[in-house]
């Protein structure tokens, strides 16, 4: 017996308040990419 699976994709866009350097957007981009299931 086949399994199939769908794969549903939703697009978030999140503003975050306080980055004020790019280092701030690279710690926000590193925690973020320890979730497989997020696309960035």
Do not use: S
Not at 12 to 28: E, P
């Amino acid at each position: 017996m086949k399994v199939q699976q769908e794969l549903h994709l939703n697009e978030v866009t999140l503003d975050v308040i306080g980055m004020t350097c790019a280092n701030c957007a690279l710690r926000i981009e590193k925690g973020l990419k320890k979730y497989q299931e997020l696309r960035m």
